[in-house]
Protein backbone atom coordinates (compact mmCIF):
# COMPACT_ATOMS: atom_id res chain seq x y z
CA UNK A 1 0.00 0.00 0.00
CA UNK A 2 2.65 2.65 0.60
CA UNK A 3 4.54 1.07 -2.44
CA UNK A 4 1.45 2.09 -4.49
CA UNK A 5 1.12 5.68 -3.15
CA UNK A 6 5.06 6.26 -3.18
CA UNK A 7 4.61 5.20 -6.88
CA UNK A 8 1.79 7.65 -7.75
CA UNK A 9 3.47 10.81 -5.66
CA UNK A 10 6.71 9.98 -8.02
CA UNK A 11 4.68 10.13 -10.88
CA UNK A 12 2.50 13.33 -9.88
CA UNK A 13 6.04 14.99 -9.56
CA UNK A 14 7.20 13.82 -12.68
CA UNK A 15 4.15 15.56 -14.64
CA UNK A 16 4.76 18.42 -12.69
CA UNK A 17 8.58 18.73 -13.37
CA UNK A 18 7.72 18.15 -17.30
CA UNK A 19 5.36 20.72 -17.44
CA UNK A 20 7.24 23.27 -15.87
CA UNK A 21 10.17 22.43 -17.81
CA UNK A 22 7.78 22.24 -21.07
CA UNK A 23 6.89 25.85 -20.26
CA UNK A 24 4.00 25.55 -18.23
CA UNK A 25 3.41 28.06 -15.15
CA UNK A 26 0.73 27.89 -12.50
CA UNK A 27 -0.07 31.36 -12.15
CA UNK A 28 0.37 33.16 -15.53
CA UNK A 29 -2.40 32.63 -18.59
CA UNK A 30 -0.46 32.53 -21.56
CA UNK A 31 -0.92 36.09 -23.21
CA UNK A 32 -3.66 37.67 -25.66
CA UNK A 33 -2.35 38.97 -28.90
CA UNK A 34 -3.73 41.37 -31.11
CA UNK A 35 -2.44 42.88 -34.35
CA UNK A 36 -2.32 46.65 -34.95
CA UNK A 37 -2.19 48.78 -38.22
CA UNK A 38 -4.14 48.48 -41.09
CA UNK A 39 -5.54 44.66 -41.44
CA UNK A 40 -5.37 44.28 -37.99
CA UNK A 41 -7.51 44.15 -34.61
CA UNK A 42 -6.21 47.58 -33.88
CA UNK A 43 -6.48 50.67 -36.64
CA UNK A 44 -3.71 52.48 -34.05
CA UNK A 45 -1.54 51.61 -31.48
CA UNK A 46 0.74 54.31 -30.54
CA UNK A 47 1.91 53.94 -27.24
CA UNK A 48 5.48 53.22 -25.52
CA UNK A 49 6.62 51.74 -22.92
CA UNK A 50 5.17 52.45 -19.41
CA UNK A 51 2.58 54.88 -20.72
CA UNK A 52 -1.11 54.11 -19.77
CA UNK A 53 -4.26 54.89 -21.30
CA UNK A 54 -8.28 54.66 -21.48
CA UNK A 55 -9.74 52.17 -23.58
CA UNK A 56 -10.79 48.34 -24.49
CA UNK A 57 -8.50 46.42 -26.00
CA UNK A 58 -10.35 44.40 -28.13
CA UNK A 59 -10.77 44.54 -32.01
CA UNK A 60 -11.58 48.00 -33.38
CA UNK A 61 -9.69 49.60 -30.83
CA UNK A 62 -7.91 52.94 -31.60
CA UNK A 63 -4.73 53.51 -29.10
CA UNK A 64 -3.46 57.19 -30.22
CA UNK A 65 -2.61 60.40 -28.66
CA UNK A 66 -6.64 61.24 -27.66
CA UNK A 67 -6.35 57.45 -25.60
CA UNK A 68 -3.85 58.84 -23.24
CA UNK A 69 -3.82 58.68 -19.25
CA UNK A 70 -1.87 59.61 -16.58
CA UNK A 71 -1.33 56.80 -14.95
CA UNK A 72 -2.17 57.66 -11.36
CA UNK A 73 -5.20 58.48 -12.53
CA UNK A 74 -8.14 55.39 -13.45
CA UNK A 75 -6.82 53.86 -16.51
CA UNK A 76 -7.66 50.50 -18.54
CA UNK A 77 -4.16 49.35 -20.06
CA UNK A 78 -0.58 50.26 -19.21
CA UNK A 79 2.46 49.18 -22.11
CA UNK A 80 5.02 47.51 -19.45
CA UNK A 81 7.19 46.24 -22.06
CA UNK A 82 8.17 46.78 -26.07
CA UNK A 83 11.07 45.15 -28.38
CA UNK A 84 11.01 45.49 -31.68
CA UNK A 85 12.12 41.58 -32.76
CA UNK A 86 13.66 42.77 -36.42
CA UNK A 87 14.89 46.63 -36.67
CA UNK A 88 13.15 48.89 -38.76
CA UNK A 89 15.57 49.73 -40.75
CA UNK A 90 16.40 46.12 -41.86
CA UNK A 91 14.69 44.95 -45.27
CA UNK A 92 12.80 41.74 -43.63
CA UNK A 93 10.04 39.95 -45.05
CA UNK A 94 7.21 40.08 -42.74
CA UNK A 95 7.71 36.91 -41.16
CA UNK A 96 3.71 35.85 -40.54
CA UNK A 97 1.14 36.49 -37.98
CA UNK A 98 1.83 33.28 -36.15
CA UNK A 99 5.76 33.88 -35.86
CA UNK A 100 5.06 37.33 -34.50
CA UNK A 101 2.35 36.11 -32.31
CA UNK A 102 4.50 33.34 -31.06
CA UNK A 103 7.04 35.91 -29.80
CA UNK A 104 4.85 38.38 -28.36
CA UNK A 105 3.61 35.57 -26.12
CA UNK A 106 6.71 34.30 -25.14
CA UNK A 107 8.31 37.79 -24.84
CA UNK A 108 5.62 39.16 -22.84
CA UNK A 109 5.05 36.08 -20.23
CA UNK A 110 8.96 36.33 -19.29
CA UNK A 111 7.90 39.90 -18.56
CA UNK A 112 4.84 38.82 -16.13
CA UNK A 113 7.07 36.59 -14.55
CA UNK A 114 9.68 39.06 -13.74
CA UNK A 115 10.13 41.24 -10.99
CA UNK A 116 10.00 44.22 -13.31
CA UNK A 117 6.13 43.99 -12.59
CA UNK A 118 5.25 44.75 -8.69
CA UNK A 119 3.17 42.01 -7.01
CA UNK A 120 0.81 44.83 -6.40
CA UNK A 121 -0.53 48.20 -6.98
CA UNK A 122 -3.51 50.24 -6.37
CA UNK A 123 -5.04 47.50 -4.71
CA UNK A 124 -4.86 45.24 -7.39
CA UNK A 125 -2.72 42.43 -7.34
CA UNK A 126 -0.43 41.27 -10.42
CA UNK A 127 -2.48 37.90 -10.47
CA UNK A 128 -5.67 39.77 -11.08
CA UNK A 129 -4.15 41.41 -14.53
CA UNK A 130 -4.56 39.90 -18.15
CA UNK A 131 -1.33 40.45 -20.40
CA UNK A 132 -1.81 41.19 -24.13
CA UNK A 133 0.67 41.44 -26.54
CA UNK A 134 0.13 43.50 -29.26
CA UNK A 135 1.85 43.03 -32.46
CA UNK A 136 2.41 44.28 -36.03
CA UNK A 137 -0.36 43.28 -38.94
CA UNK A 138 1.51 42.70 -42.17
CA UNK A 139 0.54 46.23 -43.24
CA UNK A 140 2.05 47.56 -40.51
CA UNK A 141 5.35 45.78 -40.41
CA UNK A 142 5.85 45.95 -44.13
CA UNK A 143 5.41 50.17 -43.80
CA UNK A 144 7.77 51.20 -40.98
CA UNK A 145 7.09 54.45 -39.32
CA UNK A 146 3.64 54.76 -40.18
CA UNK A 147 1.01 56.71 -38.57
CA UNK A 148 -1.07 54.10 -36.93
CA UNK A 149 2.23 52.38 -35.65
CA UNK A 150 3.54 52.86 -32.21
CA UNK A 151 6.12 55.70 -31.71
CA UNK A 152 8.96 53.09 -31.58
CA UNK A 153 7.69 51.97 -35.37
CA UNK A 154 5.88 49.69 -37.22
CA UNK A 155 7.37 46.66 -36.16
CA UNK A 156 7.02 46.98 -32.57
CA UNK A 157 5.78 44.26 -30.16
CA UNK A 158 4.23 45.28 -26.55
CA UNK A 159 3.13 43.93 -23.77
CA UNK A 160 -0.25 45.64 -22.78
CA UNK A 161 -1.55 44.93 -19.01
CA UNK A 162 -4.99 45.18 -18.17
CA UNK A 163 -7.25 44.17 -15.03
CA UNK A 164 -8.91 40.79 -16.16
CA UNK A 165 -12.23 41.43 -14.30
CA UNK A 166 -12.13 44.94 -16.88
CA UNK A 167 -12.16 47.33 -14.47
CA UNK A 168 -10.01 50.11 -14.67
CA UNK A 169 -6.14 50.68 -13.46
CA UNK A 170 -4.98 53.17 -10.67
CA UNK A 171 -1.90 53.15 -10.83
CA UNK A 172 1.44 52.13 -11.95
CA UNK A 173 2.57 48.52 -12.38
CA UNK A 174 5.98 48.27 -14.11
CA UNK A 175 9.26 49.14 -12.58
CA UNK A 176 10.31 52.34 -14.40
Known sequence: MVLAAGAVGIAVLLVLVGALMGGWRPFT????????????DLEQFTLFDGQCARGELTGGGIFGE??????GTPHDVEVVASRA?????????????????????AYCALFADSELLVPTSG???RADLRMTAVI????????????????????QVSC???R????????????I
Do not use: M
Open 29 to 40: AAPDVLTFGPGG
Open 66 to 71: AADAQC
Open 85 to 105: PIDEGRPVAYPGEAALADFGR
Open 123 to 125: GVD
Open 136 to 155: PSEAAFDAPRTSGASSSGAR
Open 160 to 162: VIS
Open 164 to 175: ADGEPLTDRFSV
